[in-house]
Nanobody, 124 residues
Framework: QVQLVESGGGLVQAGGSLRLSCAAS????????MGWFRQAPGKEREFVAG????????YYADSVKGRFTVSRDNAKNTVYLQMNSLKSEDTAVYYC?????????????????WGQGTQVTVSS
């Protein structure tokens, strides 16, 4: 069992930065692949970024590539999402998720545990 708690969301102007954190409970955090998803009002939840258990491989949606960076600190049971050059279209609730084993990191059905989400609002 893994419990996930996101933090770091807020209101930021376009072009600004935010860093989201996702703290995980449980001793087996380091064995989970981790992902970040987001959901804007009236839209489906979409993949943002993913990272393997060791942090050796990362994955990004085309819409955030070059602006967002996912990382993890297994000693702190925490995964991060650094978001730079934010745009109004990045406005959404951001969720972190944990997967024991994924076929594709981009599919939300591959994830076993989810956080409650944190709101990110980018003003233009």
């Amino acid at each position: 069992q893994v419990q996930l708690v996101e933090s770091g969301g807020g209101l930021v102007q376009a072009g600004g930065s935010l860093r989201l954190s996702c703290a995980a409970s449980g001793r087996t955090f380091s064995s989970y692949r981790m992902g970040w998803f987001r959901q804007a009002p009236g839209k489906e939840r979409e993949f943002v970024a993913g990272i393997t258990w060791s942090g050796g491989r990362t994955y990004y949606a085309d819409s955030v590539k070059g602006r967002f960076t996912v990382s993890r600190d297994n000693a702190k049971n925490t995964v991060y999402l650094q978001m730079n050059s934010l745009k109004s279209e990045d406005t959404a609730v951001y969720y972190c998720a944990a997967s024991a084993m994924w076929g594709s990191p981009k599919l939300y059905s591959e994830y076993d545990y989810w956080g409650q989400g944190t709101q990110v609002t980018v003003s233009s």
